[in-house]
């Protein structure tokens, strides 16, 4: 033998699904700070325009790159959301973030709390 470590299928696959949901707490996460960063009635209108710039890019069909590669695709997804979120950071305030940790249950039955922490950490 080698030495190395014999690669098995099921690490592979358990890998890509925790990443994938990784990905997906921090991309859904960001998409509900800037939303609810939009409907605050202290949000001025170009700091709304700059979150749905940045949400409309991350609905769009149409993506720099495609988000059907596994974690490649949510990267330029998650970068203009970081990015939109960078520039209304002022507008992020403790109801933004209560709105979206609360609204974030509806789509992931776990959620690791240091994942949170970290997309607060960009803003």
Known sequence: ?????????????SYIKDQTQNMGIKLVYS???????????DTPKWAKNIVIGSLAYFLSPIDGIPDLS?????????????????????????????????NL??????????LIEEVDAII
């Open 31 to 41: 998409a509900l700070l800037l939303f609810f960063a939009y409907q605050s009635k």
């Open 70 to 102: 596994p974690f490649i695709g949510f990267t330029d997804d998650l970068g203009i959301l970081s990015f939109g979120m960078v520039s209304i950071a002022c507008y992020i305030d403790k109801e933004v973030r209560r709105k979206a940790r609360k």
């Open 105 to 114: 249950g509806r789509f992931f039955k776990k959620v690791d709390e240091q």
């Open 1 to 13: 033998m080698n030495g190395r470590k014999k690669f098995k299928w099921g690490d592979l696959e």
